[in-house]
Nanobody, 125 residues
Framework: VQLQASGGGLVQAGGSLRLSCAAS????????TGWFRQAPGKEREFVAA????????RYADSVKGRFTISRDNAENTVYLQMNSLKPEDTAVYYC???????????????????WGQGTLVTVSS
């Protein structure tokens, strides 16, 4: 599976962005798809994930109530709607896909075998 993340950009605090993760080479419909982010000088961290049917989601506490993950299997694309953005959301955002090992594992980097190249989100104060 090849993943292409897009939709990043510069936005003011309180604004919104929608990231897209488009897959090619293989359908995403049998994979859990997640979003991770990495800020400068920090480790990559989990943001959100969604099961292949879209029936299970999981969010990092820092984004709950502000971010929404969704997927369109017909379009082979997963989205991350980000609202009420804060400067601390500034990071490179990566999408990833992996086989479903149970929602307990959705936040673990090791569950994901496929990664996109990342898209930069910058939130100004």
């Amino acid at each position: 599976v090849q993943l292409q993340a897009s939709g990043g950009g510069l936005v003011q605090a309180g604004g919104s962005l929608r990231l897209s993760c488009a897959a090619s080479g293989r359908t995403l419909s049998s994979y859990v798809t997640g979003w991770f982010r990495q800020a400068p000088g920090k480790e990559r961290e989990f943001v959100a994930a969604i099961s292949w049917r879209g029936t299970r989601t999981r969010y990092a506490d820092s984004v709950k109530g502000r971010f929404t993950i969704s997927r369109d299997n017909a379009e082979n694309t997963v989205y991350l709607q980000m609202n009420s953005l804060k400067p601390e959301d500034t990071a490179v955002y990566y999408c990833a896909a992996g086989l479903d090992s149970g929602s307990y594992y959705y936040a673990l980097i090791g569950m994901y075998g496929y990664w996109g190249q990342g898209t930069l989100v910058t939130v100004s104060s």
